[in-house]
């Protein structure tokens, strides 16, 4: 076997030759047969001469990657580590090998040493700085066939690296585009954790910054919610591809990237099962009502940018009808002197809001003549929800004001949210009063706002709507009493300084006064 005084001969016989290091093929070769000593200190020097001169040995390059390979197996993690940080240093002369050993070295991510996983990092860093292109195919095909430890910690790695990658404009614009390509190949399944993790990755790239970027994001975002495939209310992954579909769509919505795809299909496929939808988790009651109320809010969020929707008629219909059945009856018995009408302000005011803006892209709904009847209905639920609004603001502002006993902070605030509610709800009723409905009231959803509460605590900036803004304190002097005015004083008249070299400037007349404008030069100017 080769000892480490063997190694270090062979070595010095390569390094000497230089760029003829390929006339000892020999001595190459009796170095790269120490990957399989028993001796630690010998495999790990022979990872180093070996990868240092593996440029010059083409012809053996997969017999000597073979044997790195094996060492990367070793049980041994120091030789491991030795190894790992070698092989990143093989493909800056060779990147035609990088694919290869991007793959097996993200492969060595199962690794539960940490230094090692580290190692590991800063291997794939190289050889992507190395072969951009070469080590994405590596890197990536681990992450589509793998289904365990490796396929997480290749995304966390990718989602960790990426800022690093662009600021070393490793990330060029073809290296971009080959990275998003990727990126959907690894959309075509996965869980919800992963499709977040890739969207995030996915936003950090310069490209994703522009509106044709966020376009694309979105498109993205859309084919993965699949909105072809149908709505199950009882379905808990359903609901869970849904929402987390939404929460990465909402922040791209503008008046150039639409929301028409969302909102058609909440509007025509989820509304209609709105009060089916229910969720089987432990606490899946709080989970349902909580799912139920985060849907109306993005729709509410998103509805503004919808653009042109398609089958307009039937998605106010259906907005409307699921409206009225959280609308107080005309006939019923809602509003109450002694506690709040049961009114769940916040659902009514984001369907409300959504009525009120895809309805005015089909304002007929309402005003034809056929439709009169309804818009007669509609007006007479408005008209008994304006008043029980205005009996729940009454007993709110009460409890605000400390009538009826003391509140909680968790109160108050459901208390400042309820009045952002009503206040919203009583705008758009008086649109809705216009004959025909005007559609022009522009209001920001109450919980978009940012509230401040009567005591001062904030839960954001500004005062609450509906809330008196406490008087101004009077300004007082330390004195505690008005401070007098005062008459002009007399001004000072400037005196040129003494002295024998100030003789000759003489005296300033200080009978001349004080009220005239100031002299420049030897006198007024003339015109």
């Not at 790195?68 to 197996?73: A, I, M, P, R, V």
């Not at 075509?188 to 950090?204: S, Y």
């Not at 993205?220 to 808990?236: C, G, N, Q, V, Y």
């Not at 003494?498 to 005296?507: D, I, L, M, P, R």
Request: one cysteine or more; glycine letters at 6%.
């Amino acid at each position: 076997m080769t000892s480490i005084e063997d190694l270090y001969s062979h070595f010095s016989v390569l390094a000497e030759a230089k760029d003829k290091a390929a006339e000892h093929e020999n001595e190459y070769k009796l170095i790269v047969s120490a990957v399989r000593s028993n001796d630690g200190n010998e495999k790990r020097l022979a990872s180093q001469f070996t990868t240092k001169f593996f440029k010059f040995f083409p012809h053996l390059a997969d017999e000597n990657l073979q044997a790195l390979f094996q060492l990367c197996k070793d049980p041994d993690v120091a030789i491991r580590k030795q190894v790992i940080k070698d092989l990143g240093t093989i493909c800056r002369d060779c990147p035609q090998f990088t694919e290869r050993v991007s793959h097996l070295v993200t492969n060595l991510m199962h690794t539960n040493d940490s230094t090692e996983l580290s190692i590991v990092h800063m291997s794939l860093v190289s050889l992507l700085k190395a072969d951009p292109k070469g080590a994405m195919v590596g890197i990536f095909n681990n992450i589509v066939n793998d289904e365990g430890a490796i396929r997480d910690r290749a995304l966390g790695f990718l989602a960790s690296k990426t800022k690093l990658l662009l600021a070393e404009e490793i990330l060029m614009k073809d290296v971009e585009e080959a990275f998003i390509q990727h990126c959907r190949k690894v959309l075509e399944d996965v869980t919800g954790d992963e499709f977040k993790l890739v969207m995030r990755i996915l936003a950090m790239l310069p490209s994703m910054g522009t509106v044709q970027g966020r376009q694309n994001l979105l498109d993205i975002i859309t084919l993965e919610a699949d909105f072809k495939s149908k709505f199950d209310p009882h379905s808990d992954e359903c609901l869970d591809h849904l929402i987390s579909c939404i929460i990465e769509a909402v922040p791209l919505f503008s008046k150039n990237v639409h929301s028409a795809k969302f909102v058609e299909y909440l509007c025509l496929a989820v509304l209609p099962a709105f009060q089916k939808i229910s969720y089987s988790a432990a606490d899946g009651k709080e989970l349902t009502k909580k799912y139920q109320v985060d849907i109306l809010k993005y729709l509410a969020e998103m509805v503004v940018f919808s653009g042109d929707i398609g089958r307009v008629e039937e998605c106010v219909k259906n907005v409307y009808s699921c409206l009225i059945e959280f609308m107080p009856s005309p006939d019923g018995t809602d509003v109450q002197n002694d506690k709040p009408p049961n009114v769940e302000y916040l659902i009514v005011e984001c369907l409300m809001y959504t009525f009120h803006q895809v309805a005015r892209k089909c304002p007929q709904w309402l005003t034809e003549a056929n439709n009169a009847e309804r818009l007669k209905d509609f007006r007479l639920r408005l008209q008994h929800l304006a008043g029980t609004l205005k009996a729940s603001l009454k007993y709110v502002k009460d409890r605000l004001d400390g009538k009826s006993g003391e509140i909680s902070d968790s109160e108050r605030k459901q208390f400042l949210l309820t009045v952002e509610s009503t206040n919203n709800l009583n705008a758009l009723i008086r649109d809705l009063f216009y004959n025909p409905p005007a559609y022009k009231t522009v209001v920001v959803l109450s919980f978009k706002k940012q509230i401040q509460d009567k005591t001062g605590s904030k839960h954001g900036s500004g005062p609450a709507t509906g809330v008196k803004r406490p008087s101004f304190t009077p300004i007082k002097f330390d004195s505690g009493e008005p401070q007098k005015k005062t008459g002009r004083t007399e001004q000072k008249i400037y005196s040129p300084p003494g002295g024998k070299f100030s003789e000759k400037a003489g005296v300033f007349p200080a009978q001349q006064g004080t009220n005239q404008r100031g002299r420049r030069g030897g006198g007024f100017r003339r015109w």
